[in-house]
């Protein structure tokens, strides 16, 4: 890395589950971003790529590029009632077959379908071909080549919930469902063939938009996982698992995901299976929040040997593959001889259990790589390779995903040396638990799990 630049961006919370950000302040921290980065540069931009989060778009004007909407986050769940209301719709037994994914408020085509049902103007004017919808790298893209191009690509449009995972095309049948007008849509190229290029004034140099990816498939990349059966595994605020599963589509898992990993132009799709876990750094930052900080900033797994309490951290549900969506914290085992060093282990045992449930549902990996901020927590690390008995490879560089789009846009142009020359391994962490001991602490866990779900009863 040469240099790096970076700006915030706000989020506003207008009402229950909204969640927004406001379409002029991002494009501006972006453009200041670039200016910023590039007088740290030594030479030019040979290429530009783009990562966003896959799911948040916005709809803006054809003529002009002013934003008609705000930016609608992924974590917006405005579009449940709308999800409730279309999945007693004999047609909606199909979403999943069509597109690898559920139906969920998540995803931004519900979230279309609640904009044009509670502003019919905003239909019409998308009906009229006026607006586009797109993700944020679209958006950007949109803009930075001064409204040349209105393209995405595989990775981000397959999250819409209207594209067909086979085709990698507009689905009619999706887009009759959630009541989008086929004109806002932008057209799908290859993630590595936007065929676009900055425009000197807002971009402020030329050069090819040379790769666009959703933030995920980009740490896949970036860890250089192109072959099938290696993951990469992604500790934030939550945990992302990426399975890269090859050039043929895959039939996921019961409570897995299968979506696009990527598109090179001339060289075919590379699908994936993705696993969630809703909770990893938010479940353990709630460890200073409850004064167990000091236990819990050093914590490594508990001493499995010995007694010790069992934890279920739930503060956003459960992933993959419960899918329990209840904001809950279970403590079993407990005892008065229980001590905050090991509330604090335990808790960072259950998050490791909850990553352990996505690699498990995922069917298991050939190689893991792990990026992420919370790839620096030794005791974590340390207690997903004891509960999934898998080595795990961690990343020299944790910003996998600007790494991976840098690489995709460089291979892109013939500057890069391909995935795998950008992935660094730093360290490899081996389990120290054995089979037997792995499975007694799994067979725990299980049983934590059906007490964490179960209805709550009533007083």
């Not at 290859?190 to 900055?198: E, F, K, M, N, R």
């Amino acid at each position: 890395m040469v240099g790096s630049a970076s700006r915030k961006v706000s989020t506003r919370r207008p009402g229950p589950g909204m969640v927004e950000h406001d379409p002029d302040e991002l494009l501006r921290g972006v453009l200041e971003a670039i200016a910023e980065v590039r007088r740290q540069l030594p030479g030019g931009v040979a290429a530009l790529g783009i990562a966003d989060q896959t799911e948040t778009f916005l709809l803006w004007e054809r003529d002009g590029g002013r934003a008609s909407t705000q930016i609608l986050s992924w974590q917006d769940q405005r579009a449940a009632a709308v999800c409730d209301e279309l999945a007693g719709r004999p047609q909606t037994t199909s979403v999943a077959e069509r597109t690898g994914l559920g139906l969920d408020p998540t995803f931004s085509a519900p979230k279309l379908a609640w904009l044009f049902r509670t502003d019919p103007a905003l239909r019409r004017r998308a009906e009229a071909g006026e607006l586009a919808f797109g993700d944020i790298a679209c958006w950007l893209a949109w803009h930075l080549s001064g409204g040349a191009g209105h393209v995405t690509e595989p990775s981000n449009a397959c999250r819409s919930l209207l594209v067909n995972l086979e085709s990698l095309e507009w689905d009619e049948g999706l887009l009759d469902l959630f009541g989008v007008p086929a004109a806002v849509l932008p057209e799908i190229r290859p993630s590595d063939g936007s065929a676009l290029v900055t425009d000197g004034g807002p971009a402020g140099f030329a050069a090819p938009i040379a790769a666009m990816l959703g933030d995920q498939p980009a740490a896949l990349y970036g860890q250089g996982c192109t072959e099938p059966g290696m993951a990469a595994l992604t500790l934030g605020t939550g945990a992302f698992l990426w399975l890269n599963a090859g050039a043929d589509r895959p039939q996921p898992p019961p409570g897995v995901l299968a979506t696009a990993a990527w598109q090179r132009a001339g060289a075919g799709v590379t699908y994936a299976l993705e696993a969630f876990c809703a909770n990893a750094g938010n479940a353990l930052g709630m460890l200073g929040d409850m004064g167990l900080a000091s236990a819990g900033s050093s914590a490594g797994p508990p001493d499995w040997a010995g007694p010790h309490p069992i934890v279920v951290p739930a503060p956003s549900g459960l992933g993959t593959p419960r899918w329990h969506g209840e904001d809950r914290v279970t403590v079993l085992d407990a005892s008065s001889a229980t001590t905050r060093a090991d509330l604090a282990a335990a808790w960072l045992a259950g998050v490791a259990h909850q990553i352990a449930d996505a690699l498990e549902a995922a069917g298991g990996t050939q190689v893991l790589r792990v990026g992420g901020g919370l790839a620096a927590h030794d005791g974590l690390l340390q207690a997903v390779a004891d509960l999934s008995g898998q080595s795990l490879e961690v990343a020299a560089d944790l910003e996998a995903t600007a790494r991976g789009i840098a690489a995709l846009a460089a291979d892109s142009v013939g500057a890069g040396g391909g995935a795998s020359a950008a992935a660094t391994i730093a360290k490899r962490v081996e389990p120290h638990l054995d089979d037997r001991g792995r499975s007694r602490e799994r067979a725990r866990w299980a049983a934590a799990l059906d007490v964490h779900v179960q209805p709550r009863a009533r007083a």
